[in-house]
């Protein structure tokens, strides 16, 4: 069953969003219905990374004594 929301938000957000949908090829009410069906999504478990380089990377330094300071000398030597 569909019902009709009233939403108000400022007029510039409104026209890009009219413009997004439509370059999407969908209506603004649907981006939007879209919009919230993602957010109350059930999050289980880790996300899925869709970048198989970055996803293969994942947990890479779990455990590892990594320290910020050590990142930050190792960037200054790289680089200065």
Do not use: H, W
Not at 24 to 36: M, Q
Not at 48 to 74: C, F, H, M, W
Request: aromatic share 8%; net charge positive; charged share 30%.
């Amino acid at each position: 069953m569909q019902t009709k929301l009233t939403l108000r938000l400022d007029e510039d957000l409104i026209n890009q969003g009219k413009l997004y949908a439509k370059g999407k090829g969908v209506s603004l009410s649907r981006l939007v219905g879209e919009y919230f069906k993602l957010l109350t999504k059930e999050k289980v478990g880790p996300q899925k990374i869709d970048a198989p380089v970055t996803d293969s990377l994942r947990g890479l330094l779990r455990g590892a004594n990594v320290k910020e300071e050590n990142y930050k000398q190792y960037l200054e030597k790289k680089y200065l």
